[in-house]
């Protein structure tokens, strides 16, 4: 599995209720249409005007090639279009998922 964290930031921080109102109710949920996508997380680390970056998101894929398929999607296609209207990603990392990790038990 491979794993993609990105660090974004607003722009314009005035705006981080609704940047977080849609990824609760838009971001999640196109999800599913997204095959590749075996998980995806985003998470507030600063509400500071000036910080270097206001979130990370988490998205851990099948695999790098099934993912690159769905960002040609229309799905992933209007996530893009929305979410440049409000924040960038200003660094990505990725790699490989090394052995099953750990979960916690339900």
Not at 1 to 22: C, P, T, Y
Not at 29 to 39: D, F, G
Not at 71 to 88: H, K, N
């Given at each position: 599995m491979q794993s993609i964290v990105h660090k974004i930031r607003l722009l314009d921080i005035g705006h981080a209720q609704a940047f977080e109102n849609w990824v609760l109710d838009?971001?999640?949920a196109t999800c599913?249409?997204?095959p590749s996508v075996r998980s995806f997380d985003v998470c507030r680390v600063s509400s500071a005007h000036d910080?270097?970056?206001h979130y990370?998101?988490?998205i851990?894929?099948?695999s790098n090639e099934a993912f690159k398929r769905d960002?040609?999607?229309a799905s992933f296609a209007r996530l893009v279009e929305c979410f440049?209207?409000?924040a960038e990603v200003v660094e990505e990392v990725a790699g490989t998922q090394l052995g099953a990790g750990y979960r916690a038990p339900a």
């Amino acid at each position: 599995m491979q794993s993609i964290v990105h660090k974004i930031r607003l722009l314009d921080i005035g705006h981080a209720q609704a940047f977080e109102n849609w990824v609760l109710d838009t971001d999640y949920a196109t999800c599913p249409e997204l095959p590749s996508v075996r998980s995806f997380d985003v998470c507030r680390v600063s509400s500071a005007h000036d910080a270097p970056f206001h979130y990370i998101e988490v998205i851990k894929v099948s695999s790098n090639e099934a993912f690159k398929r769905d960002m040609g999607s229309a799905s992933f296609a209007r996530l893009v279009e929305c979410f440049s209207t409000m924040a960038e990603v200003v660094e990505e990392v990725a790699g490989t998922q090394l052995g099953a990790g750990y979960r916690a038990p339900a």
